[in-house]
C-alpha cells in the first residue's frame, strides 16, 4: 500500500504506535471493546466490525458494539460479518474489567452513547475517526479529516499489523467505504479512496450487493415517508435553502423510526436551485434532529456547531428543542452570515 495523502493528516507516527498498542494488546489477551458511534452507518459499523474480525485473526477476542440500548442496526448492515458478535451495552464488561476502549467514526464522547461511561471512567482509549470536529477525547487519537471515511484508518491499521484482507473483512470495509464516499461521488473519492477500494474488491468484497443494499433498498414506508417530506419542500431563496421535516405523527403512522427518515436528505439536496439542504427529523421528546448538507459553497459543519452540533463543511447535524419554523429561520440567520463573510 503507497502512503495515503490522508496520512499527512495524522500526527506523526500516530499509525505505528496505535498498531503498537494493539501488538501489546494482542500479546496480553487484554479484554478490548470496539465500539461504533450511536445509530452507526456503514462507516462507524463496518471499521469496528473490520477492526474485530482483525483482531480475532492475531488471535485476539474483542467485543464490538453499539453504545445504545436495544442494539439497533439498520438493515442494510444486518448482514455484515460479525454483527452477530455485537454487543448491547448492558451485556458489555464493567470498565475495571476492559483494558482497551478503541472508538470507531465517533467525534465526540456523546456519539458514543452509554460507551462513553468507559471514558468517565478512565479506560485507556484508542480513537480512529476523520470528522474535522473531532473532539480531544481519547489517549491515542488517530484522526484524519482529510481521510474520506474511518476504513480508510482501520485499512491502514490492519495493514501496519500485518493483518491480510480477506472477504469479510473487506466487505466490512468496503460498505464503509462505500457509504461515506456516496458511492464515490462526493468531492472527498479520491486516489487513496479508489486505490484502497480495487484493493476490497480484489480482496472479494460483493461490491454490487453492497451498493444495492445501501442505496437503493428502501420500504414501502420509507417512500411513503419521503413523499411526505417533498411534498412538504419549501425553498428559501436569499440564501438558497431547501428544506423541509417530518413529523412524529408520520413516521408513527408507517410504524418505523427515525432511521426511515436517513435517505430523504439525499433526495432534498438535489434540488438544483438550492445551495444548502436541511431535513428536521423528529427525535424523541419535543427535540429535533436537523441534517444539513450542501454544495460545497457553504461550509455547513459551522452552521451546525453554531447549534451546537457537528460534522463536515458537506454534512453536519444538530439537535434543537425549538419548533421547525424557528429552527428554520436560525438557520437561515446563521446562513445569512456566512455569505456575507464569503
Ligand atoms: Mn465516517
Not at 450487493?209 to 431563496?237: N, Q, V, Y
Request: charge should be negative; aromatic fraction near 4%; glycine fraction near 10%.
Amino acid at each position: 500500500m503507497n502512503v495515503p495523502s490522508w496520512a499527512a493528516d495524522l500526527e506523526p507516527g500516530a499509525l505505528e504506535a496505535a498498531a503498537e498498542l494493539l501488538r501489546g494488546a494482542v500479546d496480553r489477551g487484554d479484554q478490548v471493546v470496539v465500539a461504533a458511534h450511536v445509530n452507526p452507518d456503514g462507516d462507524a459499523l463496518g471499521g469496528a466490525l473490520a477492526l474485530h474480525l482483525g483482531l480475532a485473526k492475531l488471535g485476539l477476542r474483542s467485543i464490538p458494539t453499539v453504545g445504545e440500548t436495544p442494539l439497533k442496526v439498520p438493515a442494510a448492515l444486518a448482514e455484515l460479518p460479525g454483527v452477530g458478535d455485537l454487543l448491547p451495552p448492558g451485556s458489555l464488561p464493567r470498565p475495571d474489567e476492559v483494558d482497551l476502549l478503541i472508538t470507531v467514526d465517533a467525534a465526540s464522547p456523546e456519539r458514543l452513547g452509554r460507551v462513553a461511561s468507559y471514558l468517565d471512567a478512565g479506560v485507556t482509549c484508542l480513537k480512529l475517526d476523520h470528522h474535522a470536529s473531532s473532539t480531544e477525547f481519547g489517549d491515542l487519537r488517530v484522526v484524519s479529516p482529510g481521510a474520506a471515511a474511518t476504513v480508510q484508518i482501520v485499512a491502514a491499521l490492519l495493514h501496519e499489523l500485518d493483518v491480510p484482507l480477506d472477504r469479510d473483512l473487506a466487505t466490512c470495509l468496503y460498505a464503509g467505504l462505500v457509504t461515506d464516499t456516496g458511492r464515490f461521488g462526493y468531492a472527498s473519492t479520491d486516489r487513496s479512496v479508489m486505490e484502497l477500494a480495487g484493493e476490497l474488491i480484489e480482496a472479494g468484497a460483493p461490491h454490487a450487493e453492497l451498493t444495492t443494499k445501501l442505496f437503493d433498498t428502501r420500504s414501502i414506508g420509507e417512500l411513503k415517508l419521503l413523499g411526505r417530506a417533498l411534498d412538504r419542500l419549501s425553498f428559501e431563496p436569499a440564501v438558497a435553502l431547501i428544506h423541509t421535516h417530518v413529523t412524529h405523527q408520520e413516521l408513527a403512522d408507517v410504524g418505523l423510526g427515525l432511521e426511515a427518515l436517513e435517505a430523504v436528505i439525499d433526495v432534498v439536496r438535489s434540488a438544483d436551485l438550492a445551495e444548502v439542504a436541511l431535513v428536521l427529523k423528529p427525535a424523541p421528546g419535543s427535540t429535533w434532529k436537523g441534517s444539513l448538507r450542501s454544495k460545497g459553497r457553504v461550509d455547513v459543519g459551522s452552521v451546525a456547531a453554531a447549534f451546537g452540533g457537528g460534522g463536515h463543511a458537506r454534512a453536519a447535524g444538530f439537535s434543537s428543542d425549538d419548533p421547525p419554523d424557528i429552527i428554520v429561520g436560525q438557520v437561515i440567520a446563521s446562513l445569512r452570515e456566512h455569505t456575507d463573510g464569503a
